[in-house]
């Protein structure tokens, strides 16, 4: 049995269980009321019990977890009164990751595992630009055309549009006007960076879930500072992360302690302007994912930013305080309090207003996954630094990882914009023809052309092996002519792959 994680104490000890550390969690609170500490105490107790952890780093405070902390007057005093005996300092083990490459190492993922749904939320398109972008995906499907970067679909746009007619009695009506739409929105998200994003060697993510030399599990962060500035791609790729774990990971029950633990800073943006459909299987994927082991921790400023039916999931609580200056604050301090299991000696919505930095309102699940009584507590301190680390210590951190080198250089190996290049003035294979008839005549397949494919360990891999497994991810029919679109895509109907 793992030993269960100190996290605060109140009038007694609160522990957070690492068996029920998988029915995820929430911390929640005003700015500057303690989360990010909150956070960094949690993150610290996952990795020193071998659990890697994942957190989006918004402010570059969490970057501090690497180092070993230093004594001031308040740690000195919280450890004192919480009469931490043996307390000491030390680091964790740490990843740095960023999408743009510059305080990380860069996380790419491609066209086509992002698929067309989250495509569309990331564009902010209507449901007739969403169509065609569908239609889009499926004939590049059907001609085994690999969707790996911006390029790749904007060539594909174009091919499209100006081949509509064409296509229309196979695939229905193509409208110009939303083929133009997603080639502005495409254009926008280029002019954020998202070209560094969108490409290859995709980010694979067993390389998130390792452990050091003393079994510590490695914590992932994600420098999001930048990212943060355009919302839309930053939960959207936080979305993308945690269905594509969904996909990737086998089902493992109950576990006594997580594979891995996911926290979402800033979780209001997950949800922001999210439509239905994606909001309910987002649900289902954080309903299920927790037989995979994966806990999810939602960070955020209001619990009313999460929707009731994912609030519902997430089994441990630690609370902040709150303001309760406008009739909207009142509400969400009314709506907090009453989430948790009541504790006869406090007056939760009283207390929720009234906590000082660093103390929270708590309530973790016990062995038989029932909501302990809520607790009015201060969190431990971390053993680790508090705030950001310099970037010559952030350098030399990247370029020590056992994963330097790996995602470093972008490789742009042959896909939909090659071949439509190279077909100029040529209808695709699978194209209709003027008479609105597909041809039969097919080349042989883009996977058919690549010598020396092996499935074989990336590390030893020659620059076309290392591909094998990020085009083991997009090949999906048994003809091995439809890309996988990933979870989100298949659980609503999006994908036909077949085994």
């Known amino acids: ?142 001609n085994g055309l690999l969707l790996l970067d911006l390029k790749d679909i904007q060539s594909m746009l174009q091919y499209v549009g100006e081949h509509a007619k064409e296509f229309q009695t196979q695939y229905g009506n193509i409208s110009a006007a939303s083929v133009g739409a997603i080639q502005r929105g495409l254009l926008t998200i280029q002019q954020q960076g998202g070209e560094k994003f969108f490409g290859e060697p995709a980010l694979n993510l067993d390389d998130w879930m390792q452990t050091d030399s003393n079994g510590h599990g490695v914590v992932n962060i994600l420098a999001a500072d930048k990212l943060y500035q355009s919302p839309k791609l930053y939960a959207t790729f936080l979305l993308w992360l945690l269905t594509s774990l969904f996909e990737r990971l086998p089902e493992v029950g109950d576990p006594e302690k997580p594979k891995l633990v996911f926290f979402f800073d800033e979780a209001h943006l997950l949800f922001t302007d999210l439509p239905k459909p994606i909001e309910e299987k987002v649900v289902q994927v954080v309903r299920l994912i927790r037989s995979k082991g994966v806990g999810v921790y939602f960070v955020t400023q209001n619990p009313l930013d999460v929707p009731d039916t994912v609030l519902g999931q997430l089994g441990n609580r630690v609370q902040h305080a709150l303001r309760a200056f406008t009739p909207s604050d009142q509400k969400a301090v009314r709506a907090a309090a009453d989430t948790f299991r009541t504790n006869p000696k406090i007056d939760v919505q009283k207390a929720i207003t009234e906590l000082s930095v660093g103390e929270a309102l708590i309530s973790f699940l016990d062995e038989n996954g029932t909501p302990g009584i809520v607790d009015r507590a201060l969190v431990c301190p971390p053993h680790s630094q508090i705030g950001p680390i310099t970037p010559e210590q952030r350098r030399q951190l990247i370029q020590s990882s056992v994963v330097a080198g790996v995602y470093e250089n972008a490789v742009d190996r042959e896909s939909a914009f090659e071949i439509l290049k190279a077909r100029a003035g040529q209808p695709l294979p699978n194209a209709p023809n003027a008479g609105g008839q597909a041809s039969t005549a097919q080349g042989p397949a883009w996977y058919e052309r690549i010598p020396g494919m092996s499935m074989g360990g990336r590390r030893g891999d020659t620059l076309v092996e290392a591909m094998a497994k990020s085009a083991a991810r997009t090949i999906g029919s048994s003809v091995g002519r439809q890309i996988v679109r990933g979870v989100l895509g298949s659980l609503l109907g999006g994908s036909s792959k077949k085994r």
């Open 1 to 142: 049995m793992v030993e269960p994680l100190l996290i605060a104490q109140g009038a007694s000890p609160l522990y957070l269980l690492p068996q029920m550390a998988n029915r995820h969690g929430l911390v929640a609170g005003a700015t500057g009321t303690g989360k990010t500490v909150t956070l960094q105490v949690m993150a610290e107790a996952f990795s020193r019990i071998g659990v890697p952890v994942f957190a989006a780093d918004i402010k570059g405070d969490l970057s501090g977890i690497s180092q070993p902390g230093t004594d001031n007057p308040k740690i000195s005093d919280r450890v004192k009164k919480l009469q931490l005996t043996n307390f000491s300092f030390a680091p964790c083990p740490v990843t740095f990751w960023d999408i743009f490459g510059e305080q990380g190492h860069p996380v790419r993922a491609t066209i086509s595992e992002m698929g067309p749904l989250l495509l569309a939320r990331l564009l902010n398109l209507n449901d007739i630009q969403e169509s065609v972008l569908a239609l889009v995906f499926k004939i590049a499907d059907d």
